[in-house]
């Protein structure tokens, strides 16, 4: 496990209490320079950040200006995760977010470092796993990977100049996430018990039942509209920041049509 | 001038007016790779800010990897004013913040970025000037740099593994800066009028004088002694936050007693 135990003290019992609280993962999508991932690693540590995930980073990035760049956060980068992609990196996750400058014309939530940083505190809390994705030096997340995510969280900056470096973005949420950590008790009231999100493999799993089965209706038939429907309709549900039970629920609710129609038909 | 003008809706009369905000100098002392000069002119324009100040960079800075960096921030770095030395670079200044994670054992006030931020924007609406030292890459602030600071800056950070890259701080500060930037109206309520504080050439002309008037009467006479001597003197003053008024009272108490010393001699 990559968390970091913080110990505390116990306030009125005077006595030190182990917590774990385990910060966002930090999600690197096909990152180009060795460089921006050690800076990147370097930053996450500054912060208490140690969960580092890369997806397809480009061949040979872990080279000596990557080590360098790194200066002591060489542990963050040698225990960093590789994946194929994005749904893979991100299927234990209850959270996800996109870091993005770009305004893009889909209906998402817009956040604030500042404010992502409390709402994952407050998930982290009850146990919950949060992740934020940052796309490549150049172009910047897709809109696929966008639509992976339940909100966006974009860095307020000079409007003619508001590119930020890689692993300058990725010191910025560490750095919000980091700095009111402290306050994380007071956070205990806001969650609410018996229930958690679901994660991003359930939502995923939904997803393939909920998507096969329009497939199956001819719902989904013509295949140049088939992507932009899909990610509409992914997106709604994203939007909706699902429990587990109520993923449970809706995958019961398609099986109960399916079943109905195939009886009807 | 470098300071950014922002043109904001005039409130209730519902015209633009043109306002100039001069953000925070950025001081970088001995900087040893262009490459972090070019990031840190970047981050700097991230966040509108620009007036950038290199004393005794390594030579040969302004290269090819310095440029790459700074990534379309050239402007900053070709308007990077140069300085022999610190005094000389935050003579017009009016609050000198260093910064640094290192506690030394001087009796400075310490301020959070986010706190630092507060005060320079207070400052800034009464048209002072503020600026950050940041020390060599390796080494950080020297303790004479940190004498000619009225406050040090130091960002919260994982106990363990608490130094910054350069620009990372750089964008720190910057961040703070700006990210409430727009709520900068509301702070000229806590401006006091008919006041202003003391430049720093204003305040190294009153250490001139008194300490050219210790050295006169042999107060500092011990050799090995007067640095340290004369850095806890200049601390005390620092500290006090001097107006520019204030100033020329204590320069005139010191000529009173020089002129009085030697009328009775």
Known sequence: MTGIVRIKDGGTH?????ESVRGPAI??????????????ARAMLNFELSDLR???PRAGWQNEKAIAAASGAKG???????FECTEEAIADL??????????????QQILSPAHAAQVMRVGAVSGELSGVLFG??????????????????????????????????????GYEWFVHLDSIHDLDNLVMVGTRSATKSELQ??????????????FLRVQEKRPNMVR??????????????????????ISGLVDHTSGTR
């Open 14 to 18: 005077g006595c030190k209490v182990a």
């Open 27 to 40: 999600v690197l999508i096909e990152p180009q320079l060795g460089e921006n991932i050690g800076t990147a």
């Open 54 to 56: 890369l997806v397809r």
């Open 76 to 82: 963050v980068l040698s225990e960093a995760r590789l």
């Open 94 to 107: 209850h959270r996800v977010y996109a870091s993005t400058g770009r305004s893009r014309d889909m209906t």
């Open 136 to 173: 490549p030096e150049r172009s910047g997340l897709t809109n696929e990977d966008l639509a992976l995510s339940d909100a966006v969280i974009t860095v307020p900056a000079n409007s003619y100049f508001k590119s930020l470096n890689l692993a300058m973005a990725v010191l910025l949420i």
């Open 205 to 218: 799993g939904f997803f393939d039942h909920l998507e096969g089965a329009l497939d199956d209706c001819g």
């Open 232 to 253: 509409n309709i992914r997106n709604i549900f994203q939007r909706a920041q699902l429990t587990e039970q109520e993923v449970r629920t809706l995958r019961g609710v």
